[in-house]
Structure formats: structure tokens, C-alpha cells
């Protein structure tokens, strides 16, 4: 696999795939002679021979960039992670961060790894009842956390520790920089096989309990060939990926991906906001930007005039989470003057169907791209029967011939989505005859309508080409002569009126012109604002289920 410091040298992907090396690709790894690895010698300690090399730029809460060098971090995870081994964590154990995106939580993430343990995030968002799930689920030994997010660990089992990022005195819980400053002697980093676990994640369905899975070593190669070829991560980049490190795009690919290939990465401490955002991108010459829809379509609801000053500034951006709408995909391109790829992944596989930025393929509006070197996507029906180009099926990975696929199953559960030697998203898709794959939903999504299956992404990306509209989720609604109609839930830009009797009218024409006479929403009902993961992932089952309830208290 290049190096970070090659640029890309765009190799034809096309209806095919590239030539794949997968012992290059792990090389990644730099594991020893005897086959042994570390994730914070990957990720930090060989990068710190260089003493002024950056890991980290950190924007606070108050504006202020911190820099971090390879070596800094190297140090203080070093004393942290002998704090670590005080508390009893050894190779295996989980170790959680709760706490917002600081230099504190990068260093727990490579102490953690330095003794071979597994690293859980905890999003801050998150309520104690998410906290006390997946703490007791993975059996978890330490809780890093701060002191706005303390008071969320309501269940503390006898067996776990809290340490405190600028604790209060006094308190039970021991200080994070305390434990740093009062370690001595400090220990190489353990060694580790490429199957053993780095991280411990949750994955959260439309029904259930967030389930668990473990992340091996070797995923690590995995991650480092999607910055590669989809994310086309350069020497030279300004590097930003907007995703929470308390989720699986942001763990992955603002955190381990890009350290591993000694890029420095970018953690602004402050919410989301458009105008922070674009400040954040001019003032620390953000080239290389990563993130998902919501984000991009709050930039594009700010309007062109903020978008000045960083016109031409981003040299690529990336987008995961959901599919990108074409209107989204046009604006940056005119306002911005960037191109913008979509993406597309899951927890259980990281992304695996891309439009890469550092590929030669076909790049068709609509669709999700093509698999990433080494791995092989397919369209499946439900019993694992590979389907023909243009017929809708399930999103499949071919277990069998996808070497770089690292997913295992879930921990401690069976994992009903291995069918024969696929493993199926749930992710309804076909594939087109260029061999690119175009999502049309998750399979409980799809709406069939008059006899027609209609996807609800093509009516959302529709809708959101109109001025009026900021936002919108589609659902099918039952229907006794249609089976089902299209329902469409509108969130407005600002100065438009709700209540303006012409509005919906207008919109339902306006889709009927843009998309087709039987896949128009016969309702339309406006909202202040969607419902979504904290991730940002938009959450249609729920829309379904309320409507679904209403239908019956009218009955």
C-alpha cells in the first residue's frame, strides 16, 4: 500500500477491481518477527522519533489551538497507561472515554492500546441508562471521563474505576493529570496479534438493545487503504474528519486511520455550528475534509455568502453516514468549488462501497461507488443468492473474497445477517452497468405504492432540491387502495411559512416534475425539525411507528 507521502497515483478501478496485495496492505501493522503489533505503536510511538512531527491540533472551547506532537502524546499515554495498569488493566481489558474531543481523550485511546487492552467510546450525548448498557455489556474496568459527564455514571460496580479529567477535591475518583504526573518508570507497548481487539463497539438496530463487536488489530489496515483511496489523504492535507470519536466514522477514520499513517488530525472541541465551522476550515487551512449529510446540509442552508471566504480553500470532502443528495453534491461543487464523494459503511465493516477520491471510476450522481480494495460487494436476496445488475437486493459483503472484511459477529450473540458465506447489511441497493452500486434504503424503508417500489432517498433528494426545504424524511403511509402512500416529513428553511396554503401543493409539483407522476408524497406534513441517531443518521422507523399508532387511535 503508498505511503502517506506518495500522492495518489489514481489506478482505474472501473467495472473490476485493483490489483490487491493484501501482505502490502497489512504492513501496515509493522508487526516484529514473531508476527507482534501494537495499535499505539502504529498509531503514535514510531511516528515519534521525529520530535516536532504534529499528532494533534486541538481547538477549545475558548478558540485557542494546542498543537501536539508524536512525542508528547507518546509521553503522557505512556505514565497514563502505568496509571491504567494500577487500576488493573491488562492486555484484554476495556478501557472507556467519556469525554468530549480534547487531548485528554486522544491520550486514554493510546494508553489503552499501549497495554494491549480495548478502547470503548462513550459519546457524551449519551444518558446514563446508554452508560450503565454498554459499560456492564463489556465488562468495562476504567471510565475516563470529565466533570460535566461524571455525573452520568449513575451504576459504578465495585470492579470499575473513574478517573476524573480535572477533578474536584474532594472526590473519590482520582485525577487524570494527577495519576499522569505521579508515574515514574514506563514500559515498551505489549505485544499483540493482528486478531486480537483494539476496540469494543456498539451498534445500534431499529429494534433492541445496542449489541456489541470487537475490532481486531488487523482493521487497522483496512482503514488506513480507505484513507487512501477514498479519502485521498495527502502529506500535505490539512486533515479534519467532523465525526464524533464517540462514533465508529470518527473512531476510525478521524482517529485510527489517519494517526496510523502519521497525519496529524484536527479535534475542535466546540459543537457544531456553520459559522464555527468555516472559521475552523480557513484559520487552521483545512485542505481535506470528512463528515456526513447533516453537516453538509447545514453548510448549504447557511447560504453562499458565508461560504465565501473558503471558496476553493478544500481540495476534496467526503461524506458518510447516509446518501449524499445531488443537491448537495452540486452546491459544493458551485459554491465551494470542491468535489464531493460519497461513501458508504457500517459499524461491523467500516466503509466498503466508496466513490474514491484516489481511484479512476465512473462517478454517477446517486450512486454509493464501488467496493474498496479488498473487498467484494454484492447484491443478494434475503437466502444468499447473488442477484444480476439492475435487480433491487440486499447490500452483501462476500465473506469469502473479501480479505481485508475484519468483522467477526457480535459478542456474545449470534449474528443472524451471516447468511451462507454473506454477511448482509440490511441496506437495499442494485447495481448499475457500470458495476457502481445505488442505495435505495434499508429494507423496511422501501415504500411500495400503486404497485411501484419507490425508494425514499429518491423522493428526500427530490424535495431537498426545493428553496423551501431544509430537510425531509420520507415514509410509506398504509393505504387500502394504494397499499401504501408516500408521506413526507418537511423541516423548512428559514422565511418560509408553514402554514401557507399553497406550500405543500407547490412541493408535490415540484416532485411530481423532478422525479415521476406515481412518486410524489400525497401528504406532506411539516416539522421543526427529524428524528436521528446521535450520530446524525436519520431515523424514519420512528416517523413510521407514530404514524402507524395514529392510524390506529383513529380507528
Not at 488506513?224 to 500535505?236: E, I, P, Q, S, T
Not at 466508496?354 to 443478494?380: D, E, K, Q, T
Request: aromatic share 8%.
Amino acid at each position: 500500500m503508498p505511503s502517506m507521502n506518495e500522492a495518489a497515483d489514481h489506478r482505474e478501478l472501473g467495472s473490476g477491481s485493483v490489483a490487491f496485495d493484501l501482505s502490502a496492505a497489512l504492513a501496515v501493522l509493522d508487526a516484529d518477527d514473531d508476527g507482534g503489533c501494537n495499535a499505539a505503536w502504529i498509531c503514535c510511538d514510531r511516528h515519534a522519533d521525529d520530535d516536532g512531527r504534529l499528532a494533534l491540533r486541538h481547538r477549545g472551547i475558548d478558540g485557542v489551538v494546542r498543537e501536539w506532537t508524536f512525542t508528547e502524546l507518546q509521553q503522557h499515554s505512556a505514565r497514563f497507561a502505568e496509571a491504567l495498569r494500577g487500576f488493573g488493566v491488562g492486555k484484554g481489558d476495556r478501557v472507556a472515554g467519556l469525554l468530549p474531543r480534547t487531548p485528554e481523550l486522544l491520550i486514554v485511546i493510546l494508553a489503552t492500546w499501549r497495554l494491549g487492552g480495548v478502547y470503548q467510546p462513550l459519546f457524551t450525548a449519551f444518558g446514563s441508562k446508554a452508560i450503565e448498557h454498554r459499560v456492564a455489556e463489556a465488562a468495562t474496568r476504567v471510565i475516563v471521563t470529565d466533570r460535566d459527564n461524571v455525573t452520568k455514571i449513575e451504576v459504578r460496580p465495585d470492579d470499575v474505576t473513574v478517573v476524573v479529567v480535572d477533578n474536584e477535591a474532594p472526590s473519590r475518583d482520582p485525577d487524570f493529570w494527577t495519576e499522569i504526573d505521579r508515574q515514574g518508570e514506563t514500559s515498551a507497548p505489549a505485544s499483540c496479534t493482528p486478531d486480537d481487539p483494539f476496540l469494543i463497539m456498539f451498534t445500534s438496530g431499529t429494534t433492541g438493545a445496542a449489541k456489541p463487536l470487537l475490532v481486531p488489530l488487523r482493521a487497522i489496515a483496512a482503514f488506513v487503504g480507505y484513507m487512501h483511496d477514498a479519502v485521498d489523504l495527502r502529506a500535505a492535507d490539512r486533515f479534519w474528519n467532523l465525526a464524533d470519536p464517540g462514533w465508529a466514522y470518527g473512531l476510525y477514520y478521524g482517529v485510527a486511520g489517519p494517526l496510523a499513517l502519521g497525519c496529524t488530525i484536527t479535534f475542535n472541541q466546540r459543537a457544531f455550528d456553520v459559522d464555527d465551522t468555516y472559521d475552523v476550515i480557513k484559520s487552521l487551512g483545512i485542505t481535506n475534509l470528512a463528515g456526513s449529510p447533516t453537516a453538509y446540509r447545514l453548510l448549504m442552508a447557511g447560504g453562499t455568502a458565508k461560504a465565501g471566504p473558503v471558496n476553493g480553500l478544500l481540495r476534496v470532502v467526503s461524506s458518510a453516514g447516509e446518501p449524499l443528495n445531488p443537491e448537495i453534491i452540486r452546491w459544493f461543487d458551485t459554491v465551494l468549488r470542491t468535489t464531493i464523494h460519497d461513501h458508504y459503511g457500517q459499524t461491523e465493516l467500516g466503509m466498503v462501497l466508496c466513490n474514491h477520491h484516489a481511484l479512476m471510476h465512473p462517478v454517477r450522481i446517486g450512486s454509493a461507488g464501488f467496493a474498496s480494495p479488498g473487498h467484494r460487494v454484492v447484491v443478494v436476496t434475503a437466502d444468499g443468492e447473488e442477484l444480476p445488475q439492475g435487480s433491487p437486493g440486499i447490500l452483501a459483503l462476500d465473506r469469502r473474497a473479501s480479505p481485508l472484511m475484519w468483522f467477526a459477529g457480535y459478542l456474545g450473540r449470534e449474528t443472524a445477517a451471516f447468511v451462507r458465506h454473506y454477511y448482509l447489511s440490511g441496506d437495499t441497493v442494485e447495481q448499475n452497468a457500470d458495476g457502481s452500486i445505488s442505495f435505495i434504503g434499508r429494507a423496511d424503508d422501501v415504500i411500495t405504492t400503486s404497485g411501484y417500489r419507490v425508494g425514499p432517498f429518491d423522493v428526500e433528494s427530490a424535495l431537498i432540491e426545493h428553496e423551501a426545504v431544509l430537510e425531509s424524511a420520507v415514509i410509506g403511509k398504509s393505504d387500502v387502495e394504494r397499499t401504501e402512500i408516500i408521506k413526507a416529513f418537511v423541516v423548512l428553511n428559514q422565511g418560509f411559512d408553514a402554514d401557507d396554503p399553497t406550500l405543500a401543493a407547490d412541493l408535490q409539483r415540484f416532485v411530481k416534475k423532478r422525479l415521476s407522476a406515481h412518486a410524489y408524497p400525497r401528504e406532506i406534513e411539516f416539522v421543526p425539525s427529524l428524528p436521528k441517531t446521535p450520530s446524525g443518521k436519520l431515523q424514519r422507523f420512528l416517523l413510521r411507528n407514530a404514524e402507524v399508532a395514529r392510524q390506529r387511535h383513529r380507528e
